[in-house]
């Protein structure tokens, strides 16, 4: 991080807003798409923040995102409903379909979105912890694009494929799980690349299917691993049918990439990517302040167990909320490989780009 | 397996019923437990099967198995119900769970029922399994005995707490996912003990919290390790929090051990062990003939993806259905110490012990 520059969240969130009202997005879905992106950013998961929004640019250049979508339901159940997200950003997509899941909830204790026709979603542990504010359980998936190998193939046929549960607490932080179902995040790859380490075993394989400690082997033509072996691609294969199969969105391979030079499946098996986000409503199981204060409890016993010499023990989610406190007050570090990156979106654009904290 | 013995489905069946029909229960409710436990010897996981048949009944020894229960709902909404489940098997309570769940997914799109004061309830699988003839996607959870350290942590706060998820397929069979949230069941640790053989690292840690192969570790302070380390606690979490928090029932080192020479926690934070099972109807979200489908060409891509050298891709699910129907033809080998201690069970019970295959 030594390297990184600091920059305000709010400077970074009008920027964020202004290259999105640029694409044609109105106004409320651009700040929607900027508080999910800079969520990303406050919790320490630059990866899917402010370093994805000339991504997000280009696929709108080349016609994939469609900045003023008609969303619409296409089937539904009193608890369920199937979302046309009409290839919007992601980001405006699945909140969406999480406010109709979470007002489904309301009606009959749980609601479930799931969302065909779209696009990255950003992080998906914002749009589960929008449950956190009407004390509901929220559940957010997601397929992405295919860089993941089933146990003993050599395709990558799987995205990353997060799962995402957010719980409320009373005196605690809320236990926000959020990983993807691989054994490694292509982010970490990129970051041995640049300091031309080796990477550990089991976390890609090369083009043969043999492990390898070369941090390059998913770009040769490698893949990389499920979570833990055969369970990561049971968790990974859950989530694609979920949110590809069930929206009827393209899943497995067929699923777009998201750079926007690699071009979508000329022969896909549904629309778009898809999601998939559920909310149960706890006092539809229990007085909600009761599950509160034990999960206070939970939270307290696990935090206070004996930890391993020179350790400490976090709860999911833990280091992300401390971090995003942090960050709010002294500001948001970026890489300048993705400043420079901004900054030239932002010179095409005739947009200005904000100026560090000094 | 070599030096295992063979005996009919149907016979074991008998036999698994006359031990559960002498504890008291009705004959619904052992043909109920039978049917889950032989599934579990069908499907190859045999951990879950008739070798844990004399536990249950040392469980209800102690007074801590109900063998008449009355179960009933203590919480409701349309999708959603909690279960007191009158310390019933988990054998009979999960599969009773999952029908009130799947005929509030017949009403409105799902249905989840969160089960406090239960007991162990077997393999997961056959309870999400229970929602495929009727063109559901079927899911459970539970919590279990704490064998498992948090990441960082010395202590055991969390169970194997598996997650199932069975989605229907047209031609093919279906997509079974069936996991322990650790990277590896202790009966893997177990077969190493027997063997005199060392662990693989990542298995289990020491007292200490430190790396061993050592498979006593467990047995000598030690914890299982969860899922791919912090994930797997993630994962590991969410399960004892929908099963343990969300139904009222003990959680995290709270949960009563499996085996009847612990005792449970004398100050308990819930009632009993807890279970998580629901239910998604195909048809809230899109013609079921059509997902069906998708999901053939989902499962055949996987299959002939380009397999490894000398390996093959299997789809979650696949190698117990094949073994299921092989042990169904040629019978089910049961260890001979599990063979053993279930002589000695009829004896006591004066039941007759069926005889092996020749």
Redesign the interface.
Known sequence: MSESVLYTHDALSAFCRAVILSMGCSSADAQQAADVLLSADLRGVDSHGLARLSGYYRLFEKGRINPMPQMKII????????LDADAALGLVSAPHAMRIAMKKAK????G?V?VQNSNHFGIAGYHAMMALEQDM?GFALTNASPLVA??????R?LGTNP?S?A?PAGEHMP?V????TT?AANGKLEILQRKKQPMPIGWAQDA???NTDNPFAVKEGGALLP??G??????G??V???SG????AN???WVPPFVSFLEPAANP??KGLGHFVGA???D???PADH?KK??D??IS??KL?????G??????GEPEFLLAEQRVKSGIPLHPQVVEDLQQLAKGLKIEFPTAIV
Chains 1, 2 share one sequence.
Do not use: N
């Open positions: 089937h539904e159940s009193p608890s369920t409903a199937t009606q009959c204790g749980s479930w799931a359980i089933p146990t003993y193939s050599k395709e046929l799962i549960m719980v236990f799980a959020d990983l993807a054994t043969f299917g043999e979570l833990g055969h369970k990561g691609f049971c968790l294969g859950m694609d049918i979920l199969v069930l929206s009827g899943f497995g391979p098996v549904g149960w409503r706890i539809a199981f229990q599950f034990q999960m409890q939970w016993r696990f167990s004996k930890a391993i010499d350790k400490k023990v976090m709860i999911p």
